[in-house]
């Protein structure tokens, strides 16, 4: 907490009363907000944990398929095999809006009417287990695009948590309490020259007063003086 180093006028302690309180108000909103996007954010990282325990079997299971079928196939027929892909997919990215954070969304769509066909190869000089890792692969697809899009979500809010959380401290560490500091000591002196201001006052009216009863005591002496000449005369 540190004082700011301003003049001490009435002006300017107006000036920062306006700026404590937008800033006691943008604290509260970033406050919402950092608690929103962690609400979301824990809900996020538990549909992730979910369908990435639903995917990783799935996976496994595409690999294993596949390391069997090179084993059982040669090099070559499997590399043939593979070569020209029968299906191809456009991917679709989109955008969405969470509490002001734009993240990704994406879909796709298959180029061929007839989803289940996705093998690019005769099954005469390939194995069964080729196939499997291949349907299993299609079916895998659809789960691995969603599951990337919520971890890229989760990341973008996990980044956008972390600038709120430095905007929250900001304000309720140094800029409120440098403002509350600088309002107080501005009051201080203002209230200090006040009295001054008063004590001046005073000390004026004082001599005022003084200056009076001088100036009749004066006036009064003489009156005497006047008097007393009459009275000899």
């Known amino acids: 907490m540190a004082r700011l180093n301003v003049n001490p006028t009435r002006m300017v302690m107006t000036t920062l009363k306006g700026r404590l309180k937008v800033a006691v108000k943008g604290h509260k909103l970033l406050k919402d907000k950092r608690d929103e996007l962690m609400k979301n954010f824990i809900d996020l990282a538990k549909e992730i944990k979910i369908l990435r325990e639903e995917v990783e079997p799935m996976l496994e299971d595409v690999y294993g398929s ?5 084993a059982v196939i040669q090099p070559e027929i499997l590399e043939e095999a593979l ?8 991917l679709i990215a989109g955008e969405k809006n969470v509490m002001s954070v734009i993240v990704p969304e994406f879909d796709y769509e298959l180029n061929s009417n007839d989803s289940s066909d996705v093998y690019p190869y005769g099954f005469a000089t390939t194995s069964g287990e080729l196939d499997k890792s291949i349907e299993k692969l299609s079916d895998l697809f659809p789960k691995l695009l969603k599951l990337s899009s919520m971890e890229k979500e989760a990341f973008l809010l996990a980044d956008e948590i972390e600038k709120t959380r430095r905007r929250v401290n900001a304000l309720e560490y140094v800029k409120i309490p440098d403002y509350q500091e600088t309002i107080k000591y501005i009051r201080m002196k203002l209230d200090e020259n006040d009295r001054d201001s008063q ?8 001599m005022m007063l003084e200056e009076e009863r001088q100036k009749e005591i004066k006036q009064n002496r003489e009156k005497m003086e006047e008097f007393e000449k009459r009275m000899k005369s």
């Not at 596949?66 to 090179?70: D, G, Q």
């Not at 070569?83 to 456009?90: A, E, G, L, T």
């Not at 004590?199 to 004082?206: F, G, I, P, S």
């Open 199 to 206: 004590t001046r006052l005073m000390k004026v009216k004082d």
């Open 66 to 70: 596949f390391s069997v079928a090179r």
């Open 83 to 90: 070569m020209y892909p029968k299906q191809s997919v456009n």
